[in-house]
């Protein structure tokens, strides 16, 4: 059945911050501009040792927004941003967002062929980007960009910078040759826009914020429309959520995912600037020994991330050494968290995970886990606040207790549509405005809802479903498994088998030992019928094993 709103936001406050003197902000620039002022002297974003605080952050911000629309930017203008987690980030969107302007998230690792095509699509006329990536966007054509800038590793860290980025291009040779003529540096304009004079637009709740891409429910990469008043939407829902947990201006999270992706964007960046809170930036979260050795010397509160990186942290022989006694709550989305992970992850930082579940549509966050968990369910927890959910069969009827449906999605943080494309929009909706996630899962006891897999990765064996998801948390208990991807193909007898592709913790496992534990783990037909090793799977980028790939 259906299941109604949740909860409601305490009324007059739809975004935060708001006083009984003065009417809830409604944008997002706004809601940043206040934090900055509320918390002007409080660090906001820590990186490679250097601290920036939230008068600096709003300054910078402003002498950006000032150039931009110096330029000729107008409301809607789409400006792409193709930063690492740097100070660069914050400053940039901010300042786009003030300026009026539509932020557009590019991956700094595109190959220039999907650079081009998003930027193309997006009809992008500003780009900043890390001159590590700059080659790239050399070898792309794009008609309306009218503008590339671009910034350093040590930009806004003033000498200590200055030497960073002469070690980055001289002794490490960390960045390729490049050319583009008429880019400009980052700082450079920013100084220029000292100088310039500042128009307040008159943005609502309607005008976009992000144009944030997905590979979507189906088809090529789309961009979600997402407004100031889904992101608002979402930032208040989360924080209704949190509140009783977390403490304006006193919280430390450390954002080790990318904050281009809607994750880390929301959940790290937006959120935790809303709340005043100190937030440590992991440019490279792939050096784990460097990751460990950073949260050593920062003593976190909430900390964000994904299974592997999870997984990964724990592996490490030094994580297990560091002070947690300041740790109150860890988030866990972008993909299913393995039980023998969650339950190492609080045996070690003495906090549990809290599962929550989202996608770039919805802004992105649809559930989250009660931040009173003691131990690990397995369920992503509770819908939002103003969040309807509906399990539905692919005829559109709602499943009964128990089953298994497509999780459809209903609420303020719901994207407006797909960029340009009415037909995928019209297509992603049922007709009484639920989004379809393309994600599988059942209702348990207590109204928690449980993720069972993407519907595109369920594999049919002999007319039973298999869900990857189940296969994985298992094969991923064995000890020697350092990691493990499952997915189906063709067979001529059941119409699909499992595959299953494993990553050895140790080189003496063997494809009989690891299908004689399976036998005594899984009935039968969830039996992988084949078994692939090799040294690692393919992730995206914020950690999650890409099946669509190892199909591929």
Same mark, same amino acid.
């Given at each position: 059945?259906?299941?109604?709103?949740?909860?409601?936001?305490?009324?007059?406050?739809?975004?935060?911050?708001?006083?009984?003197?003065?009417?809830?902000?409604?944008?997002?620039?706004?809601?940043?501009?206040?934090?900055?002022?509320?918390?002007?002297?409080?660090?906001?974003?820590?990186?490679?040792?250097?601290?920036?605080?939230?008068?600096?952050?709003?300054?910078?911000?402003?002498? @950006?927004?000032?150039?931009?629309?110096?330029?000729?930017?107008?409301?809607?203008?789409?400006?792409? %941003?193709?930063?690492?987690?740097?100070?660069?980030?914050?400053?940039?969107?901010?300042?786009?967002?003030?300026?009026?302007?539509?932020?557009?998230?590019?991956?700094?690792?595109?190959?220039?062929?999907?650079?081009?095509?998003?930027?193309?699509?997006?009809?992008?006329?500003?780009?900043?980007?890390?001159?590590?990536?700059?080659?790239?966007?050399?070898?792309?054509?794009?008609?309306?960009?009218?503008?590339?800038?671009?910034?350093?590793?040590?930009?806004?860290?003033?000498?200590?910078?200055?030497?960073?980025?002469?070690?980055?291009?001289?002794?490490?040779?960390?960045?390729?040759?490049?050319?583009?003529?008429?880019?400009?540096?980052?700082?450079?304009?920013?100084?220029?826009?000292?100088?310039?004079?500042?128009?307040?637009?008159?943005?609502?709740?309607?005008?976009?914020?992000?144009?944030?891409?997905?590979?979507?429910?189906?088809?090529?990469?789309?961009?979600?429309?997402?407004?100031?008043?889904?992101?608002?939407?979402?930032?208040?829902?989360?924080?209704?959520?949190?509140?009783?947990?977390?403490?304006?201006?006193?919280?430390?999270?450390?954002?080790?995912?990318?904050?281009?992706?809607?994750?880390?964007?929301?959940?790290?960046?937006?959120? @935790?600037?809303?709340?005043?809170?100190?937030?440590?930036?992991?440019?490279?979260?792939?050096?784990?020994?460097?990751?460990?050795?950073?949260?050593?010397?920062?003593?976190?509160?909430?900390?964000?991330?994904?299974?592997?990186? @999870?997984?990964?942290?724990?592996?490490?022989?030094?994580?297990?050494?560091?002070?947690?006694?300041?740790?109150?709550?860890?988030?866990?989305?972008?993909?299913?968290?393995?039980?023998?992970?969650?339950?190492?992850?609080?045996? %070690?930082?003495?906090?549990?995970?809290?599962?929550?579940?989202?996608?770039?549509?919805?802004?992105?966050?649809?559930?989250?886990?009660?931040?009173?968990?003691?131990?690990?369910?397995?369920?992503?927890?509770?819908?939002?606040?103003?969040?309807?959910?509906?399990?539905?069969?692919?005829?559109?009827?709602?499943? !009964?207790?128990?089953?298994? !449906?497509?999780?459809?999605?209903?609420?303020?943080?719901?994207?407006?549509?797909?960029?340009?494309?009415?037909?995928?929009?019209?297509?992603?909706?049922?007709?009484?405005?639920?989004?379809?996630?393309?994600?599988?899962?059942?209702?348990?006891?207590?109204?928690?809802?449980?993720?069972?897999?993407?519907?595109?990765?369920?594999?049919?064996?002999?007319?039973?479903?298999?869900?990857?998801?189940?296969?994985?948390?298992?094969?991923?208990?064995?000890?020697? %498994?350092?990691?493990?991807?499952?997915?189906?193909?063709?067979?001529?007898?059941?119409?699909?088998?499992?595959? %299953?592709?494993?990553?050895?913790?140790?080189?003496?496992?063997?494809?009989?030992?690891?299908?004689?534990?399976?036998?005594?783990?899984?009935?039968?037909?969830?039996?992988?019928?084949?078994?692939?090793?090799?040294?690692?799977?393919?992730?995206?980028?914020?950690?999650?094993?890409?099946?669509?790939?190892?199909?591929?």
């Amino acid at each position: 059945m259906k299941r109604p709103i949740v909860a409601q936001a305490d009324e007059g406050q739809e975004s935060g911050f708001s006083s009984q003197n003065e009417a809830p902000v409604q944008t997002l620039d706004r809601l940043l501009g206040q934090s900055c002022r509320t918390y002007a002297a409080h660090p906001a974003f820590l990186c490679l040792g250097h601290s920036f605080c939230y008068a600096q952050i709003e300054q910078s911000a402003l002498h @950006f927004a000032s150039w931009l629309q110096a330029q000729g930017l107008s409301s809607g203008t789409r400006v792409a %941003v193709m930063l690492p987690n740097l100070p660069q980030y914050p400053v940039a969107i901010y300042g786009i967002l003030r300026a009026g302007g539509v932020v557009v998230n590019c991956n700094p690792l595109y190959t220039p062929r999907e650079l081009e095509f998003q930027l193309r699509d997006a009809e992008v006329e500003y780009l900043l980007v890390l001159e590590n990536f700059a080659h790239t966007v050399a070898d792309i054509r794009v008609p309306s960009l009218r503008h590339i800038i671009v910034t350093q590793v040590g930009d806004f860290m003033g000498f200590r910078g200055i030497i960073l980025n002469q070690i980055l291009h001289y002794w490490k040779k960390a960045i390729p040759p490049w050319t583009l003529p008429g880019a400009q540096p980052f700082n450079t304009i920013l100084s220029q826009g000292a100088q310039l004079p500042f128009t307040c637009p008159s943005l609502t709740a309607d005008h976009l914020a992000f144009l944030q891409y997905t590979g979507g429910t189906t088809g090529r990469a789309k961009g979600a429309m997402l407004s100031h008043g889904n992101i608002m939407a979402n930032l208040t829902q989360v924080g209704e959520w949190v509140k009783d947990a977390l403490v304006p201006g006193e919280e430390r999270v450390v954002t080790a995912l990318p904050l281009y992706h809607i994750f880390a964007l929301t959940a790290n960046c937006l959120l @935790f600037w809303k709340l005043g809170a100190t937030n440590l930036l992991i440019p490279n979260p792939r050096d784990i020994p460097a990751l460990v050795k950073t949260l050593s010397r920062f003593p976190m509160t909430v900390f964000t991330g994904v299974n592997t990186l @999870f997984a990964a942290l724990l592996h490490h022989p030094r994580f297990s050494q560091i002070d947690f006694s300041h740790f109150k709550a860890t988030l866990g989305g972008g993909m299913a968290v393995q039980p023998e992970i969650a339950e190492k992850w609080a045996r %070690v930082t003495g906090c549990p995970i809290n599962q929550a579940y989202g996608l770039t549509e919805t802004s992105p966050a649809v559930t989250l886990h009660p931040m009173t968990l003691e131990g690990f369910d397995g369920s992503i927890g509770h819908a939002l606040p103003e969040t309807e959910i509906s399990l539905r069969t692919d005829e559109g009827h709602e499943v !009964g207790e128990g089953e298994s !449906g497509e999780i459809c999605v209903r609420g303020p943080q719901v994207m407006k549509g797909y960029w340009q494309q009415a037909e995928e929009s019209t297509a992603v909706f049922w007709p009484d405005g639920f989004l379809k996630t393309g994600d599988i899962g059942r209702w348990g006891p207590g109204e928690m809802l449980f993720l069972l897999d993407r519907k595109k990765d369920m594999i049919k064996v002999s007319g039973f479903n298999v869900y990857p998801n189940e296969i994985e948390a298992v094969i991923s208990q064995h000890p020697d %498994v350092q990691e493990v991807a499952a997915i189906g193909v063709d067979d001529p007898h059941s119409g699909q088998a499992i595959k %299953v592709f494993v990553v050895r913790r140790h080189p003496q496992l063997t494809t009989e030992s690891l299908l004689t534990y399976c036998h005594h783990q899984l009935t039968g037909y969830k039996i992988p019928r084949q078994v692939e090793f090799r040294d690692s799977l393919p992730h995206s980028t914020i950690g999650k094993v890409l099946r669509r790939a190892l199909k591929e």
